[in-house]
């Protein structure tokens, strides 16, 4: 089955500054890469998503990119906020496996110091 | 909307009893899940459930059981719990893959700590 690691476990940034967090997966079946961002409390919520035929996906000030070749996607976050400050999760899925059968990575707690 | 509710919040359970996690969802989703949330292992998927009267096992069934009588509930139950049962669990809830819309909408979670 697939298996996604995700570094580093905590990213400790000052406000203003970019962070990058990165995942790697083993089956090349997939092709649905999302990103889910979970605040304290709280279940987690998707932020930005990523299929196979594209190679990069921005959203403000967030983006996404993917290196199929090299099974690895990261997460990018420029003009970091103390509001930033959560766990996100990368994972991945292969289209048509039933059920949306997303394989998470372990999570990433990302601090913003003002 | 309320979109996914989790019952209870918080549960201490003893080695040996039993319980259910109830999930509801008002979004008129096919597919449910299970997920338990530890430390360092991000979400694992328990079970899932992709209609009314269908459910399968996800990654880390056992010990667990589901049922889906009615679309918008998912159940989650614990026969004889066990210390390695401690965890977070989330419900999620999403529209059926045909309609291409990944989109997981979780709820707020479930405590559980098992003595």
């Known amino acids: 089955g697939e298996n996604v690691e995700q570094h580093p476990s905590t990213l400790s940034v000052q406000e203003g500054d970019s962070a990058v967090i990165k995942c790697t997966y083993s089956?090349?079946?997939?092709?649905?890469f999302p990103w889910y961002k979970q605040e304290l409390g709280k279940g987690p919520q998707l932020i930005i998503d990523?299929?196979?035929?594209?190679g990069e996906k921005k959203d403000q000030r967030i983006a996404v990119t993917l290196n199929k070749t090299a099974k690895h996607f990261s997460l990018h976050i420029t003009e970091t906020q103390p509001e930033d400050s959560a766990v996100y999760f990368c994972a991945a899925s292969p289209w048509g496996n039933a059920g949306n059968m997303l394989t998470f990575g372990g999570g990433t707690r990302l601090m913003v110091k003002p | 909307n309320a979109g996914v509710t989790q019952t209870p919040k918080f549960r201490v359970l003893k080695t040996g009893q039993s319980m259910t996690l109830l999930c509801a969802q008002d979004m008129n989703h096919e597919y449910m899940y299970w997920y338990r949330q530890d430390p360092g292992m991000g979400l694992r998927l328990i079970h899932y459930s992709v209609g009314e009267g269908t459910t399968a096992k996800g990654e880390v069934p056992d010990g667990y059981n589901v049922s889906r009588l009615k679309k918008q509930n998912f159940l989650l139950g614990l026969e004889s719990a066990a210390p390695s049962q401690t965890s977070v669990y989330f419900c999620a809830s999403s529209y059926s893959r045909d309609r291409r819309n990944e989109k997981l909408f979780f709820g707020s979670g479930t405590q559980l700590s098992v003595l």
């Open positions: 089956d090349s079946a997939s092709n649905y």
């Open positions: 990523i299929r196979s035929n594209v």
